[in-house]
């Protein structure tokens, strides 16, 4: 009796098997949500919404981006990390979520454990700029000026554990300088006190400060990230100057964890292949930021590089969540 048992429990299994990969086959079959935990507008609804055109055209399905800003990110996060693994709940996340938060207070989720990688889509150049009333063209006058001047030197951020006050910090750290934290709630109130002259130096994102450096209302002097700028390749990197003070603000698609091995792999193809399409690479270059996908496996291997490299770097400055 257990042997027949047996063998009915085996064609079950093999039945709800060959359903299960009939599913996913057809995968999607109904709308995909597509999470974005910030307000519309910025640098990761800018991508959310160019790879959900994209892909709804291509699958014939709808991929809806919805935004559900809070908490640091982490509201939207929390969102997608208790969504079924069934494929359809995304999350467009920056690296924020996964390696800074973590370090500064208690989390909803654990960035190792509930999530499913699927790729990497963007990096957001980040530059260091100075008011003109800075006399300083460089990152080796900004340094000799702020040792010269150090209470003249005030640094915004968009809050507390952002990658604007980690930048500055680890420059701080790094250059033997103290420029003094001024935290804001988003960027957009300190590039405002920033052109009016209340703050002094600011490290940004790219796309947001273009138009005020090229009023002249900004002083560009370097960039941030690990390699210099395609579209301003003159622009040396702050670790040409100060070796590991380095940036990579980057962008990733992520899902509950479980999802299953086909599904992953459909994603990750379909959305490799809409940013190497001309017309996206160029409407995002357009915005200041650069497509760059990637393996599942190299996304998660960011992470966790990423993860101990700021986890130190908040240790030193000694960074606390507002």
Same mark, same amino acid.
């Given at each position: 009796?257990?042997?027949?048992?047996s063998?009915i429990?085996?064609? +079950?299994?093999?039945v709800?098997a060959?359903?299960?990969?009939?599913q996913?086959?057809?995968?999607?079959?109904? $709308?995909?949500?597509f999470?974005?935990p910030?307000?519309?507008?910025?640098s990761?609804?800018?991508?959310?919404?160019v790879?959900?055109?994209?892909?709804?055209e291509?699958?014939?399905? *709808?991929?809806t981006?919805?935004?559900? /800003?809070?908490?640091?990110?982490?509201?939207?996060a929390?969102?997608?990390?208790?969504?079924?693994?069934?494929?359809?709940?995304?999350?467009?996340?920056a690296?924020?979520?996964?390696?800074?938060?973590p370090?500064?207070?208690?989390?909803?989720f654990?960035v +190792?454990?509930d999530?499913?990688?699927?790729?990497?889509?963007?990096?957001? *150049?980040?530059?260091l700029?100075?008011?003109?009333?800075? *006399?300083?063209?460089?990152?080796?006058e900004?340094?000799?000026?702020?040792?010269?001047?150090?209470?003249?030197?005030?640094?915004?951020?968009?809050?507390?554990?952002?990658?604007?006050?980690?930048?500055t &910090?680890?420059l701080?750290?790094?250059?033997?300088?103290?420029?003094?934290?001024v935290?804001?709630?988003g960027?957009?109130?300190?590039?405002?006190?920033?052109?009016?002259g209340r703050?002094q130096?600011f490290?940004?994102?790219?796309n947001?400060?273009?138009?005020?450096?090229?009023?002249?209302?900004?002083?560009?002097?370097?960039?941030?990230?690990?390699?210099?700028?395609?579209? +301003?390749?003159d622009l040396?990197?702050?670790? &040409?100057?100060?070796?590991?003070v &380095?940036?990579?603000?980057?962008?990733?698609v992520?899902m /509950? $964890?479980?999802?299953?091995?086909?599904i992953?792999?459909?994603?990750?193809?379909?959305i490799?292949?809409?940013?190497?399409?001309?017309?996206?690479?160029s409407?995002l270059?357009?915005?200041?930021?650069?497509?760059?996908?990637?393996?599942?496996?190299?996304?998660?291997n960011?992470?966790?590089e990423?993860?101990?490299?700021w986890?130190?770097?908040?240790?030193e400055?000694?960074i606390? $969540? &507002?």
């Amino acid at each position: 009796m257990s042997r027949y048992l047996s063998i009915i429990g085996m064609c +079950f299994a093999l039945v709800f098997a060959i359903s299960s990969q009939a599913q996913n086959t057809s995968y999607p079959a109904r $709308a995909v949500k597509f999470i974005v935990p910030i307000t519309p507008g910025g640098s990761n609804d800018v991508v959310a919404r160019v790879i959900a055109q994209k892909l709804s055209e291509q699958w014939g399905q *709808p991929v809806t981006v919805d935004n559900r /800003p809070g908490a640091g990110m982490n509201l939207g996060a929390d969102i997608v990390a208790k969504s079924p693994a069934d494929g359809y709940t995304w999350l467009l996340g920056a690296n924020n979520i996964f390696v800074t938060n973590p370090h500064m207070g208690k989390m909803p989720f654990d960035v +190792f454990k509930d999530f499913t990688p699927i790729s990497q889509v963007a990096l957001v *150049p980040f530059v260091l700029v100075v008011h003109p009333s800075v *006399p300083a063209k460089t990152v080796t006058e900004l340094v000799a000026y702020a040792k010269a001047n150090p209470d003249k030197l005030n640094f915004g951020s968009s809050g507390n554990g952002s990658p604007q006050q980690l930048a500055t &910090e680890m420059l701080n750290h790094a250059a033997g300088i103290q420029m003094q934290h001024v935290p804001y709630k988003g960027a957009l109130p300190v590039i405002t006190d920033l052109i009016g002259g209340r703050l002094q130096v600011f490290i940004g994102a790219v796309n947001s400060l273009l138009p005020h450096i090229k009023d002249g209302k900004l002083r560009l002097i370097a960039s941030a990230g690990g390699k210099r700028i395609s579209s +301003f390749p003159d622009l040396p990197t702050i670790a &040409e100057t100060i070796p590991g003070v &380095e940036l990579d603000v980057w962008l990733g698609v992520f899902m /509950p $964890a479980g999802v299953p091995k086909d599904i992953i792999n459909k994603v990750n193809g379909d959305i490799v292949r809409v940013l190497q399409l001309p017309e996206v690479k160029s409407n995002l270059n357009g915005q200041g930021i650069e497509a760059a996908p990637s393996t599942p496996e190299a996304l998660t291997n960011t992470i966790k590089e990423d993860y101990a490299r700021w986890g130190k770097v908040i240790k030193e400055a000694n960074i606390k $969540a &507002e």
